[in-house]
């Protein structure tokens, strides 16, 4: 999906429309005549340890990529940026942690796509991702892989989706978890496209890898730098990334809309949002920090490694595309009658 700025469009008593980024914009703007008690707390901000709560365990590579970004912001802004990770719920303890803390600038979540899936897939959050928390900035992008085990008599999209279409529900695909992204990816596919194929949820991308690599499954869509091990070692068939351009370490693998099925992009993302109300200053001066790390020569390098690619946006562009994602999510969701308790 792209990064549009047009939002839908709002009414006010007099008639006139505005957009949620007109909206946005007014309400980071009034938070500076509104909140005036904390003037000299923004012009000195940080003159503490701020915290960055990471949904993730630590080692993994969500909890590896937040680190080395908290510690270049710390580098620029003189304070040390504190991660803890708050695992559980989907990263939803995290989130809502974050929610329910003070709004001075102090506390922030590094969050993922994760967050766009359970305003849906839960019905009884105890926070609002659009009303509690705050875009600050997008970060990145972990571009998607279909892949198919070799025995699957197809090597493109075009005769893999034949296949499927002549033989409904006989191949079965892979997922680490009812209700996450590589799950509700590959629906979305074969609703868009009219295939079937049966799900297999695991416990985690671990195992799911373990089983699609013997046979077990034949099918999975997951983060391009988990699966490149496996393509490069011939273990699974590359059939098209979903990214909207080839991947710079397999650029051989070509997207799905050059494979004929335009109209169809999965990535996942990451980026880092505050409690509602935080001073407009604060969220300003704090994605410039975050566009200044992006740029630096090892974070580069690190994301890089992940087979990422920076989509660094502001709040308000921000805003539009976590709106775009919970109800590209949530449609599925509710098609498939996915939502928990």
């Given at each position: ?64 990529f937040a680190r080395l970004l908290a510690r270049k912001l710390g580098d620029q802004l003189g304070q040390q940026i ?260």
């Amino acid at each position: 999906m792209s990064f549009s700025d047009i939002g839908p469009q709002t009414k006010d008593k007099m008639g006139r429309q505005f957009s949620r980024r007109d909206i946005l914009a007014a309400g980071l703007a009034s938070s500076l005549m509104t909140l005036p008690k904390f003037a000299h707390a923004q012009s000195d901000w940080p003159n503490k340890p701020i915290r960055f709560l990471v949904g993730f365990s630590a080692g993994g590579p969500t909890d590896g990529f937040a680190r080395l970004l908290a510690r270049k912001l710390g580098d620029q802004l003189g304070q040390q940026i504190i991660v803890e990770n708050r695992v559980g719920a989907n990263a939803n303890i995290a989130a809502e942690l974050v929610a329910r803390s003070p709004a001075d600038g102090y506390t922030f979540l590094y969050n993922s796509s994760s967050l766009a899936i359970s305003a849906s897939l839960y019905k009884n959050l105890r926070y609002d991702a659009r009303k509690d928390l705050m875009p600050v900035s997008l970060l990145m992008a972990l571009p998607t892989v279909l892949v198919a085990h070799p025995s699957v008599p197809a090597s493109t999209a075009a005769e893999l989706f034949a296949y499927l279409r002549a033989n409904p529900g006989k191949l079965n695909y892979a997922s680490g978890g009812t209700g996450n992204a590589q799950h509700l990816g590959m629906a979305m596919i074969l609703q868009q496209f009219g295939l079937e194929a049966n799900h297999v949820p695991y416990k985690g991308s671990a195992p799911a890898h373990i089983d699609l690599i013997s046979g077990r499954v034949q099918l999975m869509i997951d983060a391009s730098s988990s699966l490149l091990p496996y393509i490069k070692d011939k273990r699974l068939k590359p059939i098209a990334t979903l990214a909207p351009q080839r991947l710079p370490e397999m650029p051989e693998i070509p997207t799905l809309a050059e494979s004929g099925f335009p109209g169809f992009e999965l990535e996942g993302w990451y980026g880092v949002m505050a409690p509602a109300k935080t001073p407009a200053p604060i969220v300003r001066r704090m994605h410039s920090e975050i566009v200044k790390a992006m740029g630096s020569q090892d974070l580069k390098s690190s994301l890089a490694l992940l087979g990422g690619r920076p989509i660094v946006a502001p709040a308000e562009k921000f805003d539009v595309y976590l709106q775009s994602e919970i109800h590209r999510y949530g449609k599925i969701i509710r098609e498939l009658n996915l939502g928990e308790e």
